[in-house]
């Protein structure tokens, strides 16, 4: 048994993210059909199924979206590739930060029980010395004592820093995947929108398409509501944290403009 799916007039169908066009389309197990912008299905042949050995893809919402993403050319929007290079990258400075930690706390308490049992072999030395040589050695030894004090104290400031900066890190890599996720659930939101905007713009013959563009978040920085459109050309950013803008394409004019997510 073959299943098939025929474009009917103008309708907007996907299967597994491409655009259905006049030509009949084949489904196969797992194929992802969605007609217009929000009726999802997974097509599931009960035969086919039945002989799977292996439980397959998870074929959801977001895993669709991915996928229409990628084949509008807004596969970029999706942050897993970006947010898995930057957490390997933390992992790394979290690895080589604690493996700095544990060798200089190792060397520090070598040192510093090596200090020690110098202190203690001429500590057995004194008992040894009378008078006015046993002052000088008990005033010397006192001089090693408090050196050793204040080194004790300067290591574990030291390790105080290198704990607080891992921690730091920490904080920053969650702050970061907080923000890609608010991004990643914002653009999931946003993507069936533009691609109903990008259908009726192109039934009213309007010349012009909408697709989303991941931008440093200070991009509108002081512009009012009304002036939050600027050109391309002229966004400011400096990097940082991100943000989402629709961008709108003249294809007439060729010229290109932002506007905020909100």
Not at 46 to 58: F, I, N, S
Not at 86 to 110: G, H, P, T
Request: aromatic share 4%; proline share 3%.
């Amino acid at each position: 048994r073959v299943v098939t799916l025929t474009k009917v007039g103008a309708s907007r169908t996907w299967v597994n993210g491409e655009m259905v066009s006049d030509q009949p389309i084949t489904l196969k197990q797992d194929d992802r059909v969605l007609f217009g912008n929000n009726h999802l299905f997974r097509f599931n042949d009960p035969k086919e199924a039945a002989q799977r050995t292996d439980p397959g893809p998870v074929i959801d919402w977001d895993f669709a979206q991915k996928e229409l993403a990628v084949a509008a050319g807004q596969g970029s929007l999706m942050l897993d590739e970006a947010r898995e290079k930057e957490a390997a990258e933390m992992r790394l400075r979290m690895q080589a930060l604690e493996a700095k930690l544990a060798k200089d706390r190792e060397e520090a308490r070598l040192q510093i029980e090596s200090q020690q049992k110098a202190l203690e072999d001429q500590n057995k030395k004194l008992s040894a010395l009378g008078g006015k040589e046993k002052k000088e050695a008990l005033k010397a030894l006192e001089g090693e004592r408090a050196a050793l004090k204040r080194k004790e104290e300067e290591v574990e400031a030291m390790l105080k820093r290198q704990a607080d900066e891992a921690e730091a890190i920490q904080q920053l890599q969650e702050k970061r995947r907080k923000e890609h996720d608010i991004l990643h659930d914002k653009i999931l939101h946003l993507l069936p929108m533009i691609s109903e905007t990008n259908g009726i713009c192109d039934e009213l013959d309007r010349g012009i398409t909408f697709d989303l563009k991941i931008v440093p978040k200070n991009t509108f920085k002081g512009q009012s509501a009304r002036a939050r459109r600027p050109s391309i050309a002229g966004a400011p950013g400096d990097g940082g944290e991100s943000a989402i803008a629709v961008r709108l394409r003249d294809r007439g004019s060729k010229r290109e403009r932002l506007w905020t997510y909100d």
